[in-house]
């Protein structure tokens, strides 16, 4: 009986083994890109692993607790019962046995199946056992070459005399065209050269404001080995990791999702930067040193960052800097957003020195900023509590424990301009291989300041904010699974359009049926009440302050109708009430074909939407299938439908990935679309793309 078991087990991992890494991969950024509800946003650096993984299966049998949580595939219950489970057992011999294993079912094992293998360990250590000449030898050299460009001229590419354009804000300096190029030679996770370039639209290149050609340089150079005294040594530009992100987290971080096991970050330490983004990333060196679990990493960094900068007269007669904002938009396409182009000098430096055993890690950090120009934001209430000054001293602890089951981490950071303290304690509870929970408690005063934060929250900073957050997945049998969570949270002071202390809540649920790897249904209900300040008031500076409650249904079906086609089917329904508005509704309907053709090389992903929405204030985002590394949720408002197909090509011997695409919104109740530089004088905002990756 255990023979014939292992068989229909080997043939059901083999069966969707090839269709699997896609779809994962695809799911992951999906859920997770989602919960950010912005039309462009830059992950190439929380994917850049599974990619890898992608390509390089990782062995169970010798993978640590670090290159399993990058996998962003497992629990911390999961991992730690893999890791008793060889340590107790010996090393698997196949991957039947991961059932055998606690709080692993069978939908754990497929989704990493793809990602993994069993093998003996010491054939990795074997490996391990390299020159620099091998470093060259076995790499990877990969080049991404991409283009997008707005197909229908937008007001802002109006050919005007430049005089006009130096004048005015109603007019961008450089074509539509996004252009981007990245070269990059790894070997292994632990080792990484490369450049990567990018030309934002509406930047010239090679033009009167930008002489040098790409509008945004980044390159890196990264060494990693654990097992060395010089653990990671970073050059370049890098990102550094500390903690739960309260006091340093330079890439992203997420934080409610339809996972609501995911709620504890797992800090990287320093890590090369492959992004685009053009503000959250440091540029100098780090280097981490280490002797058995303890470890120091120390770093600095100096980089220019955009601000808006005055100059001010000073008593003596002389002029004084002054800034009011640093800008975090990247963009330089008008001659204002030149002028803020690498206004102010950033210099950053700290160090974080930890210890970590199998289940237990302890770390303290101090983290020091200093600015050329003082930042002093206008006199207005809302900004009563915000930072003010040209230096920085943010300090911190953390811990996070894990034991069986049960995974306890935290943090408690202050920065020291206002001796404001922030704190957050959260847990993740495994009952058992069907039912967990998770709970998170932050708190983050309206004084605490930092400039590179990512604590868990509702608001993108980390400030001005306290709540209780409780998350459960429930398997309710091997078909059903319900999760979901509730977050109540509030503000002690004001915040950005709600002019008094305020509160709300968001509850999330989500049913998934899926009673075999080729179908899967879920139908998930969101609800969120804020506090926003009443629109259209003229009565004073202060505005009254209303609730509003947003509600978001969603349900999803996705089918693979055989190894060539898959289909899914989204329905999204939104309503936005509040007193001032009343009622608002919108409603989407998107079909998507994925086609891949049979002993052919060329895959197709094509979508179909309509929608109708009665105010921006019901808007529906919907994630869409891109070019890799591009991530893109547009924004559903108005009337009208969207459309998309993207085509994948990889030939010369699986070298090359050649991806071309094109989308469209077509609106039915619009003759003019957009405002400003943004205007398009009719119906139709479309795009076009393309892309080659080039593998050696």
Known sequence: MRIIITLLFICLISRTYGQRKN?????????????????????????????????????????????????????????????????????????????????????????????????????????????????????????????????????????????????????????????????????????????????DPGEEFFGTTQPYGFDFYSAHAYYNNPSKFVRTVALGDYQMEIGQGLALWTGYAFNKTVDAMGVRKNARGLRPYTSVDETRFLRGAGVEIGVDNFSLTTFASHKAVNGTVQLLDTLDGEEARQASSINLSGLHRTTGEIARKNSIQETIFGANANYKNNNFQAGVSAVQHFYDTPLERADRPVNQYEFSGDNLLNLSADYSYIIRNISVFGEVAQSRTSGSIAYLQGLVFAINKRASISAVYRNYPKDYHTFYSRGFGEYSRTINESGVYLGTQLKLNESWTLSGYADMFQRSWLAFRVDTPSDGHEFLAQLKYRPHPRLEVFLRAREQRKMQNIRNFSGGNMRPVEDFYQRVYRLAFNYKISKSFQWKTRIDYVTDERESMGLQRGVSLAQDLIYKLPNVPLQFSMRYAIFDTESFDARIYAYESHMQNVFSI????????????????????????????????????????????????????????????IRF
């Open 634 to 693: 547009p924004v559903y408002f108005n009337q009208g439908s969207r459309a998309y197909i993207l085509m994948r090509y990889t030939f010369w011997k699986n070298k090359c990935d050649l991806w071309l695409r094109y989308a469209a919104f077509v609106f039915t109740n619009q003759d003019v679309i957009g405002t400003g530089p943004e205007r398009i004088n009719g119906s139709v905002r479309s795009e076009v793309g393309a892309q080659l990756r």
């Open 23 to 199: 779809d994962i991969i695809q799911q992951r950024i999906e859920f997770i890109a989602e919960e950010l509800e912005t039309e462009d946003i830059a992950l190439e650096d929380v994917f850049d692993v599974l990619y890898y993984y992608y390509d390089n299966p990782v062995n169970l049998n010798s993978a640590s607790r670090l290159d399993l949580e990058e996998m962003f595939l497992l629990s911390d219950a999961q991992i730690n019962a893999l890791l008793s489970y060889i340590q107790k057992n010996g090393e698997l011999e196949s991957l039947y046995q991961l059932q055998e294993v606690d709080f692993w079912d069978i939908l754990t094992i497929e989704n990493v199946s793809p990602f993994v293998v069993i093998r003996p360990s010491k054939e990795d250590k074997k490996k391990d056992r390299k020159n620099i000449k091998e470093f060259f030898d076995e790499g990877r050299t990969e080049i991404f070459l991409r283009w997008i460009r707005g197909v229908e001229e937008r007001a802002g590419y109006e050919d005007v005399p430049d005089s006009i354009r130096e004048q005015s804000n109603a007019y961008y300096w450089g074509s539509p065209d996004r252009v981007y190029s990245r070269i990059r030679h790894t070997y292994r996770k632990n080792t990484s050269i490369g450049v990567t370039m990018e030309k």
